[in-house]
């Protein structure tokens, strides 16, 4: 359910959470966070016969790509322990969602990133940038939605 006593979920409920990078919830090593996505997408497609229009449908391959956008200071955060953040190798990036207004219905939802890696590392900035951010691809092998298997 999204609302909860009335309450969406919001940006402000999110937190981040990795293990192999040492990153425990609540954890203020990824407080220069200011964007997070993914998103999972299978290709399916019509297919064809006799007449034109469509006589079955096709499913192909399922895709995962996720993305964070984190600013200098986290990123240099990261480069310090790791020296780039190519350099950091696969890790799972667990996504959390609480409402702490649920009082009796305190419910946590989790994306986990499974096996994310990083495949470039850089900056950008321009004039007038009053903070310089980055979004970075995570490149997942899967993407987990709460306890259950992934497809």
């Not at 919830?25 to 990824?30: A, C, F, I």
Request: glycine fraction near 10%; include cysteine.
């Amino acid at each position: 359910m999204p609302i909860i006593n009335n309450v969406a979920y919001s940006w402000s409920m999110i937190t981040l959470s990795s293990t192999a990078l040492g990153i425990d919830e609540g954890s203020t090593t990824l407080q220069g966070v200011s964007g997070i996505k993914w998103n999972k997408k299978r290709k399916i497609e019509s297919n064809y016969g006799m007449g034109g229009k469509p006589v079955s449908r096709g499913f192909g391959n399922i895709t995962y790509t996720a993305g964070i956008t984190m600013d200098y200071e986290t990123q240099q955060m990261l480069r310090s322990t790791y020296g780039s953040l190519m350099d950091i190798g696969e890790f799972d990036l667990i996504i959390s969602f609480a409402n702490p207004m649920a009082s009796d219905d305190w419910t946590t939802t989790t994306v986990t990133l499974k096996g994310c890696i990083f495949s470039e590392d850089g900056m950008e900035s321009k004039q007038d940038d009053t903070d310089i951010t980055h979004e970075f691809d995570l490149n997942p092998f899967d993407i987990q939605i709460g306890d259950a298997m992934s497809i």
